[in-house]
């Protein structure tokens, strides 16, 4: 069973950084990405790397959001900078399972599995 864990999430000042990190217990060669969800919204793509290697970003992190992976350790890392109060959301990590995938922000059409979750709280 496929399993993924986030953690690094926490509380921020606006301005500040975080580093979200996610263990999966399998190696993917289809997308994989960070997903946000604040209360009462739909949850919306952040930032994809596609089954080539691409990397997507949604436009207000461009610049100030980092995706990466070690793939030794099967662990994906978003590192973000400069944090927004509107950026207050649960993070989660996810991955698909289609071998040609095009690392779309538009999540629905390629995830298959994500994590729990992991709280960032921006605050003034």
């Known amino acids: 069973q496929v399993q993924l864990v986030e953690s690094g999430g926490g509380p921020v000042q606006t301005g500040g950084s975080l580093r979200l990190s996610c263990a999966a217990n399998?190696?993917?060669?289809?997308?994989e990405g960070w997903l946000r969800q604040t209360a009462g919204t739909r949850r919306e793509g952040v930032a994809v790397?596609?089954?080539?290697?691409?990397?997507t970003y949604e436009d207000s992190v461009k610049g100030r959001f980092t995706f990466s992976k070690d793939g030794r350790e099967n662990t994906l890392y978003l590192q973000m900078n400069n944090l927004k109060l509107e950026e207050n959301a649960t993070y989660y990590c996810?991955?698909?399972?289609?071998?040609?995938?095009?690392?779309?922000?538009?999540?629905?059409?390629?995830?298959?599995?994500w994590g729990q979750g992991t709280q960032v709280t921006v605050s003034s």
């Open positions: 996810a991955i698909g399972v289609e071998l040609e995938c095009s690392g779309s922000l538009s999540w629905e059409k390629w995830v298959y599995y």
């Open positions: 790397i596609a089954s080539d290697g691409s990397k």
């Open positions: 399998t190696d993917t060669r289809s997308c």
